[in-house]
């Protein structure tokens, strides 16, 4: 049985909703090990029921969430939930990490433990956006590096291809570089040049298509889509925050009159539907990409629905070897860092952009 390991403290709905969505999980036979402040969970009873559905729950009070350098928290405290779920998978003792919490914690904890797969230049956050009808785009990076060279890009792009080939199914993805302009001289200098060295690995087993501006990202025949997390963040928020006011404004606008009410009766499975396809509750949350084992972050906002969905699409990725596809791919595309060639070892210095 695969053995997730969650943190359960940072969520938005405290640690008792993150223990529910973990008994989901436990229930549809992955194995969990919690981390978290226990008191928070519920009393005895309820602790029960998580160990007799499955949950293997350790006490781990103290959390890093909120703190202002996450790099610097994980080193001071050695007993954060999240440190402790990031040395449980490092040891062997679990397969893959979920965590709710800090998106810096998470990944200053799992690159500092977990440690970055070899060959990796910095780990990036990759999130499969779902659009209706066709498989979904990925993008990466969305949070994990507020700056980025032009070497970490390019290798972005080949690891959005890996992981959409072995995630998605998708033979030869169609790799695009989120910029202000489809033209190679428009954006800045680091995407010019990440355009014109991307441009010149078309041999490479990577197939790119050039810039795409925001409003074209999700276009068919677009299946990764490249940038810094810094931009990658604010890209994502701002296409959910639409997202939520087109479909409270379609529900307000079903009220309106007796009509449209049966009007909005006869849509509503098809609405539905289309909810279905882009709640990120069902997506699961972003990957850690570049890890030695699989990690997910969940959104700090979920409820139990979507940190039960978070836990089965990490199961999922120890399954199917999400690493090890992805790695043969960068392989086979000549993608990885060379020794000697690039940074000594970012991991004590990990730069994030969010804290949700």
């Given at each position: 049985m695969v053995t997730v390991a969650v943190d359960g403290n940072g969520a938005d709905l405290g640690p008792a909703e993150v223990a529910a969505g973990a008994k989901q999980a436990a229930k549809k036979g992955v194995g969990v090990r919690l981390f978290a402040d226990l008191a928070a969970i519920g009393d005895a009873g309820a602790r029960k029921r998580l160990t007799d559905a499955g949950v293997q729950l350790v006490d781990a009070p103290v959390s890093i969430a909120k703190e202002q350098n996450p790099a610097a928290a994980v080193k001071a405290h050695p007993d954060a939930s999240i440190v402790q779920a990031c040395k449980a998978v490092a040891a062997g003792e679990a397969d893959a990490l979920v965590s709710g919490g800090s998106t810096g914690s998470a990944l200053a904890a799992a690159t500092l433990n977990i440690r970055r797969d070899r060959g990796i230049y910095r780990p990036a956050l990759a999130?499969?956006?779902?659009?209706?009808?066709?498989?979904?785009?990925?993008?990466?990076?969305?949070?994990?590096?507020?700056?980025?060279?032009?070497?970490?890009?390019?290798?972005?792009?080949?690891?959005?291809?890996?992981?959409?080939?072995?995630?998605?199914?998708?033979?030869?993805?169609?790799?695009?570089?989120?910029?202000?302009?489809?033209?190679?001289?428009?954006?800045?200098?680091?995407?010019?040049?990440?355009?014109?060295?991307?441009?010149?690995?078309?041999?490479?087993?990577?197939?790119?298509?050039?810039?795409?501006?925001?409003?074209?990202?999700?276009?068919h025949e677009i299946d990764v889509v490249v940038m810094d997390g810094f931009i990658g963040n604010i890209a994502l928020k701002l296409m959910e925050g639409v997202s939520d006011v087109v479909l409270g404004a379609v529900k307000d606008a079903a009220k309106q009159s007796v009509f449209s009410m049966l009007g909005g009766a006869l849509l509503y499975p098809q609405v539905r539907n289309i909810k279905a396809r882009i709640d990120p509750e069902l997506q699961g949350g972003a990957y850690m990409l570049g890890l030695r084992k699989p990690g997910v972050v969940a959104h700090g906002r979920f409820s139990r629905v979507g940190f039960a969905s978070a836990i089965e699409y990490a199961g999922r990725a120890v399954e199917e070897d999400i690493i090890g596809r992805t790695r043969s791919a960068l392989e086979e595309a000549n993608a990885l860092r060379r020794r000697g060639s690039g940074e000594a070892d970012p991991s004590a210095t990990v730069d994030t952009v969010t804290s949700s």
């Open positions: 999130l499969a956006m779902p659009r209706p009808a066709e498989k979904p785009v990925v993008f990466l990076d969305v949070g994990a590096n507020v700056e980025c060279r032009p070497e970490h890009l390019v290798q972005f792009a080949h690891m959005g291809s890996g992981f959409a080939q072995a995630v998605l199914g998708i033979k030869t993805p169609g790799v695009a570089l989120l910029s202000n302009g489809e033209e190679a001289i428009k954006g800045t200098e680091v995407l010019r040049e990440v355009h014109e060295r991307l441009e010149g690995e078309a041999g490479a087993g990577l197939r790119f298509i050039g810039n795409v501006e925001g409003n074209h990202v999700l276009d």
